[in-house]
């Protein structure tokens, strides 16, 4: 069926890129050459046997066929590959694991035929499917994604969300590789070499399956063009391979996972290789040279919301979505089967086609984010508040993919009432904020979550916006600008006795506070940190200038949350700083009777604010008094 | 097969019980009646037809077959199934969802029935999981766990890390029951009523399944009878239903998830309903009055590490682990397919009953300890820090359970090296920071990392321990005591220019600035923070007195990491306060060069103190000085 030259230069190949494998992980003295060496076959077949194109001088080419190594560890493979088609030198390969290197312990986007970094197991297929979507539903290209996987990461349950709605979305252009080496980090898999197991298991989700021997060059490839073939499914070609296959001493052997052999070792096992090849080189097919389907941005529309109409900041977000479309047409909208409670719905029926559905799989949700995002686009990511943690380890990583991704949590803390804590976003301000580089945001009224979804869609990385479940009042008019690290004055006089911060439902309570203590002949500054990551120290510090004390209030945990955003970005600050946050364990009831009870309202402020006052004026003080 | 006179009973019932969902859910007026009425035979047949063994005066008896609603916002059926056993009134029935009810939103441990709370989806199975290995391996009861899913939930992939692990420890003990209602929150599930679908995939995971029809009284007594037959699998009771079952203007109709019907609504569906007889009490069979397998304690062994022999903390874990078990006879050890790189292989080679291989199925793990917990366990879970970001909802879940778990993460931080960030914990402080009333420990040496995880096993509730990869020197004597809250003064004198503290690995990196600026004639306080949450505030700042200023050093993302739990207490703190924390992408290197790199290495440390000294000195202040 295959040409015996194709098979012995692809033969050829896989004994240069063993060589690399080899001298590499022992030249860096640590690494993964087993899991590599037991799909050496399966690559080089994929890379150099017709089936994958690629133009080498143009790896962001919207044309390329995407390859994605799940099982990130074996890096020294997925590094040889690009040395054995001529595009990484030797030298560099002796570089991997050094300090400053390219060729990172684990593949990451400085090597650039890296599509997205992965490391942590089980992400790869979630963002090849994320590539397969964009082919077929966005860009309209002929392009395929292959995933290599591991047998160990498939009992990550991340792969059976992709396995579903890869399916679901009929994704022929998606094909997994598996690597069935039978051996994990620590020992044998559950499931051992019964490939009928995966099989089974991985048919009856919907895929077409292909079982083979992995190191049979003429069988795999084959497996190739079965997988290929038209067909509406997504594919799996499930390989039965042998650990550290080709060093006999290494072979199907546990204790040689993250493991390189010695330079004793390593020079038996290349006498074992047999004669290496440096001059062959690998050809890989080119793809052919398509336009993306796109469209020329225009302007948005402009907003209206009527000043004395509350409305959900939850529900200003779908609606600047939808607003903002045709000036940022590279937005994507996911969402995991909330869009009527996210809002997401609103562009979802202006924008059907720019829309996936991703059901309750929020890992996948966001590995597949990742996926649009390495192809250009800008996909904005709901669920509830509660639900990202869900997906933090993908959040996390996509961080080193250098991900344009935004994330909009709905239904943050005890305000949304009834449903209880199990709904409560009440750990997304700390987990977003500490994503290295991320932008945090916090709209408290429609115009200003508009504004932020806008701002948000025009800053390339990783930002979060919380929205709020309950209506609040329209505080802003469409002039205003909300700056990232900005904070707005929303009440202020010479004569403020204490700044109060809050955000989102909170500033509410802190101006009923304000309108309460006025009464009473206080004043109070009022402040809306509406970007918590970052924060622009300065203009805090000109925001609460001239009064001696601070009480931040948040309808989050106390830690990582809003006040630990200001004491930090404050320190140091002579003045007292209080901080107002949910520290009982929440539980059902009214939205007001929470805030209440988790002393966040505007009861607690004000008596705070009272509280200062007295012991201010006991002390003698001027600054802190009515 | 049935008597006439028991499906009789059980109609009577489930009347009954739709009369409760019905009227709870309009006088709260929110809740998901719709997704309650189509499990109402599954349920009550379940409950009332002589399956399930419970002792209604003692929920808590560990022989009592457990009931977990996974999909738990039908909590209204399942505090209707308690009422219709007679053991909540109709009046406390109709407190749903008000503040202060134990019968919340989402079911939670407040209610004495409640095996642990839910709410967020796809967690109950996992719960289930870990109730069963209990049964099965460690109590050797015969006990059974029911667990009630609903079909939406079926996207999550934690659902298939339970069914893969459930099924490779082959807990007959476990029987899931699937409420294929076809509708989700907005619309269709994937699947709809494609039941042959779902007996596909979960067949093909090992499972024995039973299809039928969920609102036939007696198909549904005879799929359990299957389902409990002898075998060695976990079984699943597929069932078709109709959402809104009994009020004919919801039933399988979309747009009534979670929506209360109107008092007119409910006065309608209540006169089709028919006759309530409100007299009627299910009966529940008694389990038999059994022992679970204990072990008295024990006292632990004593440490031995010479005091010139460096070692890593997570081998200390491994080996106090295995020390302290016979203090501990509850302690049980799960871990994420690295237990050689965590140390919990010390654990499992010394009491290999008393530990699970968990694979790596992060989320399962969780659900599995948090079920563990919940019979009574310390489990103590183990994997790479920044892999617990994949469990992060199921922890923030475990919360509201009340879960005595301990949570122990290897390879914190940059240090790990070569392997890169995927690797890299550097989120994990703010992770389990943020988790309402948890402890954050973050030992430097061997000796303090096996006395915390003593303190650990004997503190009831959510505990994290990081550990570190490289070793590290001992500092501390067995003597020496590490109570919650505390921390240490390694380095003190009377001249102490600035105060360093640190944790893990940058503890040493600031004896290292100690010791060579001492050369320098310069005295710096170095303090250990080994607990990071609680602080005890009086305790840091008696650390600290006498110095003018502070750096906190971390290998760690600044936002929700030891810099800003130092910033949050000291505020106000009249001196400066540097904070040396990750700051830059990481990336592959020696574990030094990368200390360096981000600047958190002794390094680091010396130029900022020596900065310091310069500014005050040129300030003329007398403390900042040498």
Same mark, same amino acid.
């Given at each position: 069926?295959?040409?015996?030259?194709?098979?012995?230069?692809?033969?050829?190949?896989?004994?240069?890129?063993?060589?690399?494998?080899?001298?590499?992980?022992?030249?860096?003295?640590?690494?993964?050459?087993?899991?590599?060496?037991?799909?050496?076959?399966?690559?080089?077949?994929?890379?150099?046997?017709?089936?994958?194109?690629?133009?080498?001088?143009?790896?962001?080419?919207?044309?390329?066929?995407?390859?994605?190594?799940?099982?990130?560890?074996?890096?020294?493979?997925?590094?040889?590959?690009?040395?054995?088609?001529?595009?990484?030198?030797?030298?560099?390969?002796?570089?991997?694991?050094?300090?400053?290197?390219?060729?990172?312990?684990?593949?990451?986007?400085?090597?650039?035929?890296?599509?997205?970094?992965?490391?942590?197991?089980?992400?790869?297929?979630?963002?090849?499917?994320?590539?397969?979507?964009?082919?077929?539903?966005?860009?309209?290209? #002929?392009?395929?994604?292959?995933?290599?996987?591991?047998?160990?990461?498939?009992?990550?349950?991340?792969?059976?969300?992709?396995?579903?709605?890869?399916?679901?979305?009929?994704?022929?252009?998606?094909?997994?590789?598996?690597?069935?080496?039978?051996?994990?980090?620590?020992?044998?898999?559950?499931?051992?070499?019964?490939?009928?197991?995966?099989?089974?298991?991985?048919?009856?989700?919907?895929?077409?399956?292909?079982?083979?021997?992995?190191?049979?060059?003429?069988?795999?490839?084959?497996?190739?063009?079965?997988?290929?073939?038209?067909?509406?499914?997504?594919?799996?070609?499930?390989?039965?391979?042998?650990?550290?296959?080709?060093?006999?001493?290494?072979?199907?052997?546990?204790?040689?996972?993250?493991?390189?052999?010695?330079?004793?070792?390593?020079?038996?096992?290349?006498?074992?290789?047999?004669?290496?090849?440096?001059?062959?080189?690998?050809?890989?097919?080119?793809?052919?040279?398509?336009? #993306?389907?796109?469209?020329?941005?225009?302007?948005?529309?402009?907003?209206?919301?009527?000043?004395?109409?509350?409305?959900?900041?939850?529900?200003?977000?779908?609606?600047?979505?939808?607003?903002?479309?045709?000036?940022?047409?590279?937005?994507?909208?996911?969402?995991?089967?909330?869009?009527?409670?996210?809002?997401?719905?609103?562009?979802?029926?202006?924008?059907?086609?720019?829309?996936?559905?991703?059901?309750?799989?929020?890992?996948?949700?966001?590995?597949?984010?990742?996926?649009?995002?390495?192809?250009?686009?800008?996909?904005?990511?709901?669920?509830?508040?509660?639900?990202?943690? %869900?997906?933090?380890?993908?959040?996390?990583?996509?961080?080193?993919?250098?991900?344009?991704?935004?994330?909009?949590?709905?239904?943050?803390?005890?305000?949304?009432?009834?449903?209880?804590?199990?709904?409560?976003?009440?750990?997304?301000?700390?987990?977003?904020?500490?994503?290295?580089?991320?932008?945090?945001?916090? #709209?408290?009224?429609?115009?200003?979550?508009?504004?932020?979804?806008?701002?948000?869609?025009?800053?390339?990385?990783?930002?979060?916006?919380?929205?709020?479940?309950?209506?609040?009042?329209?505080?802003?008019?469409?002039?205003?600008?909300?700056?990232?690290?900005?904070?707005?004055?929303?009440?202020?006089?010479?004569?403020?006795?204490?700044?109060?911060?809050?955000?989102?439902?909170?500033?509410?309570?802190?101006?009923?506070?304000?309108?309460?203590?006025?009464?009473?002949?206080?004043?109070?500054?009022?402040?809306?940190?509406?970007?918590?990551? #970052?924060?622009?120290?300065?203009?805090?510090?000109?925001?609460?200038?001239?009064?001696?004390?601070?009480?931040?209030?948040?309808?989050?945990?106390?830690?990582?949350?809003?006040?630990?955003?200001? %004491?930090?970005?404050?320190?140091?600050?002579?003045?007292?700083?209080?901080?107002?946050?949910?520290?009982?364990?929440?539980?059902?009831?009214?939205?007001?009777?929470?805030?209440?009870?988790?002393?966040?309202?505007?009861?607690?402020?004000?008596?705070?604010?009272?509280?200062?006052?007295?012991?201010?004026?006991?002390?003698?003080?001027?600054?802190?008094?009515?």
């Amino acid at each position: 069926m295959f040409e015996e030259k194709e098979t012995e230069k692809i033969r050829k190949l896989a004994t240069l890129i063993r060589y690399y494998i080899l001298t590499m992980s022992t030249e860096a003295g640590s690494g993964h050459p087993s899991s590599s060496l037991s799909a050496t076959e399966l690559m080089a077949c994929l890379l150099f046997g017709g089936i994958f194109r690629f133009d080498l001088d143009r790896p962001r080419s919207p044309n390329n066929d995407r390859l994605i190594f799940s099982k990130g560890h074996a890096s020294p493979l997925f590094y040889a590959l690009w040395g054995a088609a001529g595009k990484v030198s030797e030298s560099e390969l002796l570089t991997f694991r050094k300090f400053g290197s390219p060729l990172e312990g684990h593949p990451t986007v400085i090597f650039p035929y890296t599509e997205a970094a992965t490391g942590s197991l089980g992400q790869g297929l979630s963002i090849g499917l994320g590539m397969a979507l964009n082919a077929k539903y966005l860009d309209n290209l #002929p392009y395929r994604t292959y995933v290599l996987l591991g047998d160990s990461e498939m009992a990550e349950g991340s792969q059976w969300e992709t396995m579903q709605l890869a399916a679901h979305y009929k994704l022929n252009n998606l094909i997994g590789v598996l690597d069935v080496n039978r051996l994990g980090q620590r020992g044998e898999t559950m499931y051992g070499w019964d490939l009928d197991a995966y099989q089974r298991m991985i048919s009856s989700f919907g895929w077409k399956t292909v079982v083979l021997d992995g190191h049979s060059i003429p069988e795999v490839l084959s497996a190739y063009e079965e997988a290929i073939k038209s067909d509406d499914r997504p594919a799996m070609v499930i390989a039965k391979t042998i650990k550290g296959k080709g060093v006999s001493f290494i072979e199907d052997k546990n204790g040689w996972h993250g493991k390189a052999l010695s330079r004793e070792e390593c020079d038996r096992a290349l006498k074992e290789l047999g004669e290496v090849d440096k001059s062959v080189r690998g050809d890989i097919a080119s793809p052919d040279d398509l336009r #993306p389907k796109k469209q020329p941005p225009k302007s948005a529309a402009a907003m209206d919301y009527p000043k004395d109409k509350p409305v959900a900041t939850r529900r200003a977000y779908g609606n600047a979505l939808a607003r903002i479309y045709p000036e940022f047409p590279n937005v994507v909208g996911l969402d995991g089967e909330v869009s009527n409670s996210t809002y997401a719905v609103i562009f979802k029926e202006a924008y059907p086609d720019r829309f996936f559905e991703m059901y309750i799989a929020e890992q996948n949700m966001v590995g597949a984010a990742l996926g649009l995002a390495r192809r250009g686009k800008i996909p904005f990511v709901s669920t509830f508040a509660a639900f990202f943690a %869900r997906a933090f380890d993908q959040i996390r990583m996509a961080r080193y993919s250098d991900a344009n991704i935004k994330f909009v949590g709905s239904h943050a803390g005890v305000s949304i009432g009834e449903d209880g804590p199990s709904q409560m976003g009440l750990e997304d301000l700390a987990m977003f904020r500490t994503i290295l580089n991320s932008v945090v945001f916090y #709209p408290s009224d429609a115009i200003s979550a508009e504004k932020l979804v806008e701002e948000a869609a025009g800053r390339d990385g990783i930002v979060y916006i919380r929205t709020t479940r309950k209506e609040t009042p329209i505080i802003y008019s469409p002039a205003d600008e909300f700056p990232i690290g900005g904070n707005k004055v929303i009440r202020r006089s010479d004569r403020d006795a204490v700044s109060v911060i809050g955000a989102g439902i909170t500033l509410h309570e802190a101006l009923a506070a304000h309108e309460a203590l006025r009464k009473e002949n206080v004043s109070i500054r009022v402040i809306d940190l509406y970007c918590l990551k #970052p924060i622009d120290e300065r203009a805090l510090r000109r925001a609460v200038d001239g009064t001696e004390a601070i009480i931040t209030v948040e309808d989050h945990y106390r830690e990582g949350g809003l006040g630990e955003a200001v %004491r930090s970005v404050l320190a140091p600050w002579p003045g007292q700083i209080y901080s107002l946050a949910v520290t009982k364990k929440p539980k059902s009831g009214e939205p007001q009777e929470l805030l209440d009870y988790e002393e966040i309202s505007r009861k607690s402020i004000i008596n705070k604010v009272m509280e200062l006052i007295s012991s201010s004026e006991a002390a003698g003080s001027k600054r802190v008094a009515r």
